[in-house]
């Protein structure tokens, strides 16, 4: 590991195993629910290595993850949800970035986690959309997701919370997540490389942290497929809600 820290800066053993078990545990959460990775990856590596490297790790290491799990989306999703979404967030996701490289996102983290906390709390009450989300709304979460994507690598909530409110079997519930998460993969990368953040060190961490998150999102994704599916959604809305607490919890103490 002597060349990695070289180009990042001295890190411990013991830090890269909590940061190698982190990953795995983050590509299994992935690999279930089709969402959730970001957070756990981004909240441990802000600890070690700080939010500028923590980023776009996050959003390297699961490129290998996303190419696995995008022909489930590519049967199961409902087109006219997952594209406009992700159109919204390519647009989005520049300005997000420039948030993160010379502003402050914490006022921004706390009003996407307060909206995420209030969906989970109504879908657990049993809410869902009665018709398809309509174009203010695509709009409006999938900007919300491409910004909260590029200022802190953690744009899925809003994607989830719509794509849960949705009827339909947990396949499709889970292809649409997996089709919206797909385009926030995606949609950082460009923004990322023009503000000078897809360094050599963060790319050589992403690849040795890969094998982590692609085995936890295949052991994730083989669960889903034997015995996960009645427990797709509840586990789905446990980790919406954990995300938005922490999140808000960590915005409220950057406060």
Same mark, same amino acid.
């Given at each position: ?55 776009? $790790? #996050?959003?390297?290491?699961?490129? %290998?993850? /996303? ?6 989306? &590519?049967?199961? @999703?409902?087109? !006219? ?78 994607? $989830? #919370?719509?794509?849960?409110?949705? %009827?339909? /079997? ?6 649409? &997540?997996?089709? @919206?998460?797909? !385009? ?72």
């Amino acid at each position: 590991m002597d060349g990695l820290e070289a180009l990042i800066g001295p890190v411990s053993a013991p830090a890269l195993v909590v940061v190698a078990g982190a990953v795995l545990a983050a590509g299994f959460v992935r690999g279930f629910v089709g969402f959730g990775a970001s957070l756990t990856i981004v909240m441990v590596l802000s600890v070690v290595f700080g939010p500028t490297i923590a980023v776009p $790790v #996050a959003n390297l290491t699961g490129l %290998p993850s /996303t190419v696995q799990l995008l022909p489930t989306a &590519v049967r199961h @999703a409902e087109r !006219s949800f997952v594209v406009p979404f992700g159109l919204t967030t390519f647009v989005a996701a520049p300005f997000g970035t420039w948030v993160l490289v010379s502003l402050d996102p914490t006022l921004m983290k706390i009003a996407i986690s307060l909206f995420v906390l209030a969906v989970v709390a109504m879908l657990s009450r049993g809410w869902r959309l009665s018709a398809p989300p309509n174009t203010t709304m695509l709009v409006g979460s999938g900007t919300a997701s491409g910004l909260l994507q590029g200022a802190a690598g953690v744009g899925g909530p809003p994607a $989830v #919370a719509i794509a849960l409110s949705r %009827p339909g /079997t947990p396949e499709r519930q889970r292809a649409n &997540v997996i089709g @919206a998460v797909t !385009s926030l993969a995606l949609c950082g990368l460009l923004p990322l490389w023009y503000h000078d953040l897809l360094t050599p060190g963060v790319v050589l961490l992403s690849i040795v942290l890969m094998p982590f998150y692609f085995g936890g999102s295949w052991l994730g994704a083989r669960f889903f497929s034997e015995r996960g599916r009645d427990h797709f959604r509840p586990a789905a809305l446990m980790i919406l809600a954990i995300i938005g607490m922490v999140t808000l919890g960590l915005a409220l103490h950057d406060l």
